[in-house]
């Protein structure tokens, strides 16, 4: 089973900044099927980017997606009050497909 | 745009089966590619993948749920299902019914629907 590491735990940002968040994978991640998803509180969550850079529908230009093998990010510039959240990585490139234990953003 | 519902009892006794369904309007069950999934989030923990069932029929679970699971998919209500057997209260989640089309990724998701194991 591919483990997720997220960090930091908790981001604390003003809006208007930029924010950077990390998943590390413990083994290589097969084609480099990497998602990343963002939850509000009673929310299911919702997908941001799939493909480890490919924006999903109707996402805000300012999201966007890096890395390959066992290192992402999830980059976030200029964060709007809506963008407070907690963010989770999920790999679905080998079963069982698992997710990172999430990075909460939230307003400093 | 296809739209996900859950729905099943919210209180399931221990050591009984957890029958959870997910409708699914908009769009039609039986079209091929798409990757019907069940996944949960313990109360103010993280995600967990349960399994999916394929449109071709094939199906793939979580192994630590140690082959209690079964997705099936039911064409004729445009329903895919979850049964979880021998439940316990480590169970006690929020269950989330999902969509992939070809691996691009979970886009359609309900709105979750909280199952609680107790006596």
């Known amino acids: 089973e591919i483990v997720l590491t997220q960090s930091p735990g908790t981001l604390s940002l003003s809006p208007g900044e930029g924010a950077t968040l990390s998943c590390r994978a413990s083994?290589?991640?097969?084609?480099?099927?990497l998602a990343w998803f963002q939850q509000k509180p009673g929310q299911a969550p919702r997908l941001l980017i799939s493909g480890a850079s490919r924006r999903a529908a109707g996402i805000p230009g300012r999201f966007s997606g890096s890395g390959s093998g066992t290192d992402f990010a999830l980059t976030i510039t200029r964060l709007e009050p809506e963008d407070f959240a907690v963010y989770y990585c999920?790999?679905?490139?080998?079963?069982?497909?698992?997710f990172g234990q999430g990075t909460k953003l939230e307003i400093k | 745009q296809v739209q996900l519902q859950e729905s099943g009892p919210g209180l399931v006794k221990p050591s009984h089966t957890l029958s959870l369904t997910c409708t699914v309007s908009?769009?039609?069950?039986?079209?091929?590619?798409?990757?019907w999934t069940w996944i949960r989030q313990h109360p103010d923990k993280g995600l967990e993948w349960i399994g999916y069932i394929h449109s071709s029929g094939s199906t793939n679970y979580n192994p630590s749920l140690k082959s209690r699971a079964t997705v099936s998919l039911d064409t004729s209500e445009n329903q895919f299902s979850l049964n979880l057997r021998s439940v316990t209260a480590a169970d006690t989640a929020v269950y989330y019914c999902?969509?992939?089309?070809?691996?691009?990724?979970?886009?359609?998701w309900g709105q979750g629907t909280l199952v609680t194991v107790s006596s």
């Open positions: 999920q790999q679905y490139g080998s079963s069982p497909y698992t």
């Open positions: 999902a969509r992939d089309f070809d691996l691009t990724g979970y886009y359609d």
């Open positions: 908009g769009g039609s069950i039986s079209f091929g590619g798409y990757y």
């Open positions: 083994q290589s991640v097969s084609n480099n099927y």
